[in-house]
């Protein structure tokens, strides 16, 4: 179980979860394809504090973005659609990938709430995706060299790439930015619309 994306697990939505989600998987009867919503927990889910300065969610949500490097990318949501990669996480614990702490606005030690999703999720089609320049590229997670938006476009079947590369994710939220690795560079894409 888990062997598709091991490896993988920053170029996709899989997450490691503690064993007694596969023990209420087993129990529930849940039919596959196995979907989880990972939740932020905050006092107040309203309150989203940035920079030690506190905004209300609707502010945060229409504020113009300033992204110098992929550090700066802050997510504007509440919750988050992954899927199980293995039940190895010790208990009380969730690995994510990285995009998902950026979406959900989290730190290492955050408390989330992990749900599984019982009804049927949408079949996959058409989405929207926003390629992503910085103002400052550096390195992106894992240390790997950013790429620009403009060079992904560049690329001779980036539809090929993309076909790829996204069959590492099992579910795609809208509002969330993705990335993944193509020729050494780690690109950044901005989910627009899904089905």
């Known amino acids: 179980m888990g062997h598709f994306s091991r490896g993988k697990l920053q170029d996709g939505d899989k997450c490691c979860l503690p064993p007694s989600y596969w023990k209420a998987i087993q129990k529930y009867d849940v039919e596959v394809p196995w979907a989880v919503r990972i939740r932020r927990i905050d006092k107040d889910p309203d309150i989203y504090r940035e920079g030690g300065q506190v905004l209300k969610t609707q502010e945060r949500v229409n504020r113009p ?13 509440d919750s988050v659609l992954g899927s199980p990669l293995d039940f190895r996480a010790g208990s009380q614990y969730v690995y994510l990938p990285s995009w998902m702490f950026r979406s ?15 009804s049927p999720l949408k079949m996959g089609g058409l989405i929207k995706l926003c390629p992503l320049t ?13 790429g ?9 079947n980036h539809q090929a790439v993309l ?3 996204l069959k ?23 989910v627009k619309e899904t089905p």
């Open 168 to 190: 590492h994710y099992s579910t795609i939220t809208p509002g969330c930015v993705i990335s993944f690795v193509y020729n050494g560079r780690r690109f950044y894409f901005e």
């Open 163 to 165: 076909e790829t590369e």
């Open 148 to 156: 620009r938006g403009e060079d992904f476009l560049k690329i001779s």
């Open 134 to 146: 910085f103002n400052r590229p550096g390195a992106g997670d894992g240390g790997v060299e950013v």
């Open 104 to 118: 959900l606005s989290l730190r290492p030690g955050s408390a989330v709430r992990v749900e599984l999703v019982s």
């Open 65 to 77: 973005k300033v992204i110098n490097g992929p550090r700066d990318i802050v997510g504007a949501r």
